[in-house]
Structure formats: structure tokens, C-alpha cells
């Protein structure tokens, strides 16, 4: 077989466009319902956390930086106005008995100097609180750095006339951990509420899944039995009322496949004994041409039967079988062969490996395409079949050079008995071929489209999902 160009245009339904606030949605409905409860809890917990920051923390830190600038502010007063180093070391002490402060005093040293081997840093939130309150009740120059080497203080720096203070309360009098623990519980609780709300979706939208791929396999001819009944109360009612209508169908099918096969027995058997009359008139008879055109329509109404009976029965009888898609080509290329066809078969993509498998009833839709090649037989000199593999779908294409179909007439040639006045009208036939083709096509979850060839005459194009 040999291999051909692009692959055609697969039989696809064209999308709608979507809107754009739709186009940022979620597409599945885990998504969206995740979404539902996502959304507002994180709308909550930055509105909480706005407001929190607002009405708690800001005000909070500044009145307890405020508390700790007025005692820093007193000491400051107190040791400029001490007449020694002994009245400074006194003062000193007091600090550190009722303030709780690790407080120094650094003679000569400037302001500059003492920050640097502090190691001081920008800014941070709390840096700016205790700005403000320190500018409103100190007079001195100061600098202030919360993150000193002892994590458990803050470092306040005030530039005296012999020298620079260094004051180190602690943490807890200027700051307060509220707000990291409000963050940290609504981050940990968002996160359970998620894992809980993602643990009952799952467990929700596992059945809805489970109906929707028995309900696509039982479309495409593979009956996958009855859907176990759970989940919410809407979903077992859908899932009840699938496997009623699955039941139906079943049902329907078995009633018409055995009243065909009794109407099959009773047309048969009077057709035959018709033809075997027939046979014993032939010697006897005045005239052997009118018992040939007798013969003639006996076989007709034989076909007839025959086709009628393949379109209702539909080859559900058939198991459907996974088999390598090269193979359904190379089959019809040796029966093409062997009829002397001039049918040409090409694949496109990975039709030609054969871990590139569809799942068909194989005797059906070997006698689909058989239909489609004959038809296009008889009203063409050249025919090709091309054969494309998709992810999801197979495409066998048959083209040929003949007269055509009439775009008007595309849709009725596949309505049972129509059999055209055009010039594509099949001579002998009894005008089921297409019929029955669609019905196959149909019954694997496919379809066939009819259009413009580029030999020149008619395209069919049959598409069966994998």
C-alpha cells in the first residue's frame, strides 16, 4: 500500500465559539464546581484579612509601639540629664529592673557607626509602626531595626550628646503574632475545606463520568452492561433511566432480529420452491425466455429480500473485535485484487503499524466498504481508498472519477430503495448499498458524508471512532 499526502478532513461537528468570560471557565464540571467553592472562600479570606489588618493589627502595634517610645523617650531624658557616668549607670540599671530592657551606652560613639555594626536593614511593617510612634514622642535623632541578632528583641538606637543608647526590648511589647496566626489557621483551614470539597466532587462526578463513557460505548455498538446505581439522588435517577432505556433497546433489537429471521425463513422457502419449479418448467416449456425473465425477477426478489433483511438485522449479532486498522485496507485491496478492480489504497499517518488498532465489528464494516468500492466500481475508471488514523477516530476515504452526485441529491441517496434518475444511478441494484453503509457507520458511532471528489466524481467519506 502505498502512502499519500496530507490526511483529510476529518467528519467533525464545528465547535461554537465561545464567549470570552466563558472562554477563561473551566471546562469540565470538577472544575467549575471546585470554582463555586474556591472563589468565595478566597473573597472571604482577603476580605478578613484587609479588614483584620485594618482594624487590629494596625492599631494595635502602633499603640504598643507607642507605650514602648514613651519609655524609651523618659530614659532618653533621664540620661541627658544625668551629671556622671555613675548617675547614667544607675538610670541604666532602672531600665533594665522596671522596663525589662538589655540596655548600653556607647560614649563617643555616633549614631551611624552603631547601626552599621548593628547590622541594619530596611524597613519593615513594624519598623514603620514604631517610626511613627518614636517621631511623636522622642526628640532625639534614633534608628530603629527589628530584626537584630536576638530574634526574640528590636533595637532601638538614640544619639545623645556623649554617645548613643542602645535600647533592646522585646519583641513581644512592639509586635504582635495575632496576625500571623490568623493567616496560618485561614491558610490551613482553606486547605482542609479544599481537600474536602475536592474528596465528595470526585466522589460525585465519578459516576457522571462513569454513565457518560457506558452511555458513548453502548452508542458505538459495545454494550458495556448496566451502570451500578450512586452518588447523588439526580444521578441515580439518570442512571437508572439508562439502563431502562438500554434494556429497551436490547429488547428491541432481540424481538426484530428473530421476527427477521421467521420472515426470513418464510420468503425463503417460497422464493426457493419458486426457483426450483422454475428449473423443472424449463424443458417443457413453450417459450424458455419468458421462464428465464421469471427466473430473472425470482433472483431479483431474492436480492431484495436479501438487502432488506441486512439493513433491518444491522449485524448486531456480531461481536465487536479490536483489529489492526492496515488490516481492513489490506483485506479489501486483495478482494479489489482478485476482482480485477483498478482501486488504488494509500494510508496516512500511523495506519500502517500494527499497535494502530480500531474496534469494529469486522465482517460489517468490511461489507460497508466492499458496497462503497463496487459502487464506485461501476460508474468510474479510477477509484482510490485512503485510509488516516487519528487519535480518536479512523477516516477511509473512497474517491473516484465517475458522474457524481448532485449536492441536492446527497441526503436521499442514502434513504432505502432511492436509487437517483441521475446519471449515478445503480444499474441492478435494489438501492440499499448506502443505506446499509450508513446504518454500519451508525451503529459504530460514526458516520459517512458524501462529497465533491478531487479525481472529479464522488467522495465518501466513512469515519469510525477507535
Known amino acids: 500500500m502505498a502512502r499519500a499526502g496530507a490526511l483529510p478532513r476529518p467528519l467533525r461537528r464545528r465547535r461554537p465559539r465561545l464567549p470570552r468570560l466563558a472562554a477563561w471557565m473551566p471546562r469540565s464540571l470538577f472544575g467549575r464546581s471546585l470554582l463555586i467553592i474556591v472563589l468565595p472562600l478566597v473573597i472571604l479570606q482577603i476580605v478578613l484579612v484587609v479588614i483584620f489588618y485594618d482594624r487590629h493589627w494596625d492599631t494595635v502595634s502602633r499603640w504598643l509601639a507607642i507605650g514602648v517610645a514613651g519609655e524609651v523617650a523618659w530614659l532618653a531624658d533621664q540620661l541627658a540629664s544625668a551629671p556622671d557616668a555613675a548617675a547614667q549607670g544607675e538610670i541604666l540599671d532602672d531600665a533594665r529592673r522596671y522596663f525589662r530592657f538589655a540596655v548600653s551606652m556607647e560614649p563617643g560613639a555616633r549614631l551611624e557607626e552603631a547601626s552599621e555594626r548593628s547590622g541594619f536593614l530596611p524597613p519593615s511593617l513594624v519598623d514603620q509602626a514604631m517610626q511613627g510612634a518614636f517621631e511623636s514622642r522622642l526628640d532625639y535623632p534614633f534608628r530603629i531595626d527589628t530584626r537584630p541578632a536576638q530574634v526574640d528583641r528590636v533595637a532601638v538606637y538614640v544619639q545623645l550628646d556623649d554617645g548613643?543608647?542602645?535600647?533592646?526590648?522585646?519583641?513581644?511589647?512592639?509586635?504582635?503574632?495575632?496576625?500571623?496566626?490568623?493567616?496560618?489557621?485561614?491558610?490551613?483551614?482553606?486547605?482542609?475545606?479544599?481537600?474536602?470539597?475536592?474528596?465528595?466532587?470526585?466522589?460525585?462526578?465519578?459516576?457522571?463520568?462513569?454513565?457518560?463513557?457506558?452511555?458513548?460505548?453502548?452508542?458505538?455498538?459495545?454494550?458495556?452492561?448496566?451502570?451500578?446505581?450512586?452518588?447523588?439522588?439526580?444521578?441515580?435517577?439518570a442512571s437508572l433511566a439508562y439502563n431502562r432505556m438500554r434494556q429497551r433497546i436490547l429488547r428491541h433489537m432481540s424481538q426484530r432480529t428473530n421476527l427477521l429471521a421467521a420472515v426470513s425463513h418464510d420468503l425463503s422457502t417460497p422464493l426457493t420452491r419458486m426457483s426450483l419449479e422454475l428449473e423443472m418448467m424449463r424443458g417443457d416449456a413453450d417459450d424458455p425466455a419468458a421462464v428465464d425473465a421469471l427466473q430473472e425477477d425470482v433472483e431479483e426478489m431474492r436480492r431484495l429480500v436479501d438487502a432488506y433483511l441486512d439493513f433491518a438485522r444491522g449485524e448486531a449479532a456480531e461481536p465487536m473485535r479490536s483489529v489492526p486498522a492496515a488490516k481492513l485496507l489490506a483485506r479489501l485491496e486483495a478482494r479489489a485484487a482478485r476482482h480485477g478492480q483498478p482501486v488504488r489504497f494509500d494510508v496516512h499517518g500511523d495506519g500502517d503499524d500494527d499497535d494502530a488498532r480500531v474496534t469494529v465489528r469486522v465482517m460489517a464494516v468490511e461489507r460497508m466498504l466492499a458496497n462503497l468500492i463496487d459502487n464506485?466500481?461501476?460508474?468510474?475508471?479510477?477509484?482510490?481508498?485512503?485510509?488516516?488514523?487519528?487519535?480518536?477516530?479512523?477516516?477511509?476515504?473512497?474517491?473516484?472519477?465517475?458522474p457524481g452526485v448532485p449536492a441536492a441529491d446527497r441526503e436521499r441517496v442514502f434513504e432505502p430503495f432511492y436509487r437517483g434518475d441521475g446519471a449515478r444511478r445503480t444499474a441492478g441494484g435494489v438501492g440499499m448499498g448506502l443505506t446499509i453503509a450508513r446504518d454500519v457507520a451508525l451503529a459504530h458511532g460514526g458516520g459517512i458524508e458524501l462529497e465533491t471528489s478531487p479525481l472529479g466524481g464522488l467522495r465518501c467519506r466513512v469515519v469510525l471512532p477507535r
Open 164 to 237: 548613643v543608647l542602645r535600647v533592646l526590648p522585646d519583641r513581644k511589647r512592639v509586635d504582635t503574632s495575632t496576625t500571623v496566626l490568623l493567616v496560618a489557621w485561614m491558610i490551613g483551614a482553606s486547605l482542609l475545606l479544599i481537600a474536602i470539597a475536592i474528596y465528595f466532587l470526585t466522589r460525585q462526578l465519578r459516576p457522571i463520568g462513569r454513565l457518560a463513557r457506558a452511555a458513548d460505548s453502548f452508542g458505538k455498538g459495545r454494550d458495556p452492561g448496566d451502570v451500578r446505581l450512586e452518588g447523588a439522588v439526580e444521578i441515580r435517577q
Open 376 to 402: 464506485a466500481v461501476k460508474h468510474a475508471a479510477r477509484v482510490r481508498v485512503t485510509l488516516g488514523l487519528a487519535r480518536d477516530h479512523v477516516e477511509i476515504v473512497v474517491d473516484d472519477d465517475g
